[in-house]
């Protein structure tokens, strides 16, 4: 089964967790959906693997980037009628505290979507959702 | 072997050994020269965004420009300080090919009393034909708490 086939399916049977299982980074970094009245959230269980400063300690940059880019693609997949693999064209991240030792959440919001291109905002956050820990916005290639 | 050098292989050893994230994505340092930093992402498969076509995940990308371009900063810096990622881009060009080592050339191209500046480029054989590129800034002297000043 390709990859897209894997989506299709997870996302006609509502099944999302299948839908992260699908890609294995996210697997990796240990993301799991989490869908509540307003869409999808995804979270990222805190692992030791994550951490970038072990004397705070602290999440590591770059898991903290993946976690933001990769809830826009789940974003994208989520809203889509149509899925098709979103590319990332380009992210920028902004860190804005230092993430820690805690399972972190992802929301991203749906900002444009084109024929050809999709723009994403992104924030992530800990214990206190008026507090985020970084924001991204992403621009992403969405054609089959 | 100079006092430099020998300060130099201790912190290639620290951004390799002494980060858990790192180990764990398989992200080295190979070198570090005066405000430049070299690093490698060892393929393997659990780094993968699309099993399809077997390329890296984006997000792999951006540990390993995120760590270079932060050793970057140490590199330029003449006396160590905690230093804390304001903001990070990433262009993407292309995909990463399967099965190969990424590698990340960082430049901290100015310091300032407060904020750094880097650039980074990664790629596979050659840097003219990058897999992406990243513009990044940094805050210098953070409290060890994490809290930007």
Redesign the interface.
């Known amino acids: 089964m390709t990859i897209l086939d894997r989506l299709n399916e997870a996302k006609s049977s509502g099944n999302y967790a299948a839908m992260f299982e699908a890609v294995p980074y996210a697997r990796m970094l240990g993301l799991e959906p989490q869908v509540d009245g307003d869409g999808l959230i995804t979270v990222m269980k805190f692992s030791e693997h994550t951490i970038g400063n072990a004397a705070l300690p602290a999440i590591h940059g770059g898991a903290i980037g993946a976690l933001l880019e990769s809830a826009a693609i789940f974003e994208l997949l989520y809203r889509a009628e149509t899925i098709v693999l979103p590319k990332t064209i380009t992210i920028t991240i902004d860190y804005l505290r230092s993430a820690g030792a805690h399972d972190t959440f992802a929301r991203g919001t749906i900002t444009r979507h084109g024929r050809r291109v999709a723009n994403v905002h992104v924030e992530a956050w800990q214990g206190d959702r008026t507090q985020p820990v970084a924001t991204a916005h992403a621009i992403f290639l969405v054609m089959s | 072997m100079s006092d430099d050098k020998v300060r130099r292989l201790n912190a290639l050893r620290g951004f390799t050994e002494?980060?858990?994230?790192?180990?764990?994505?398989g992200i080295e340092a190979l070198d570090l020269e005066r405000a430049t930093a070299l690093f490698v992402l060892r393929y393997d498969?659990?780094?993968?965004?699309?099993?399809?076509t077997g390329t890296?995940?984006?997000?792999?990308i951006?540990?390993?420009?995120?760590?270079a371009s932060?050793a970057a900063v140490f590199a330029a810096l003449t006396e160590w300080k905690p230093i804390?990622?304001?903001?990070?881009?990433?262009?993407?060009q292309r995909?990463a090919d399967p099965g190969r080592d990424v590698l990340c050339r960082a430049h901290c191209y100015k310091v300032t009393k407060n904020v750094a500046f880097t650039r980074a480029v990664a790629y596979v054989d050659d840097e003219a034909d990058p897999i992406a590129t990243s513009a990044g800034t940094f805050m210098l002297g953070t409290k060890?708490?994490?809290?930007?000043p």
Do not use: E, F, M, Q
């Open positions: 002494g980060i858990p994230h790192n180990k764990a994505l498969p659990k780094l993968v965004g699309n099993p399809d890296l995940h984006g997000g792999a951006t540990a390993l420009l995120d760590g932060g804390a990622t304001l903001d990070l881009r990433i262009d993407y995909a060890p708490g994490g809290k930007k």
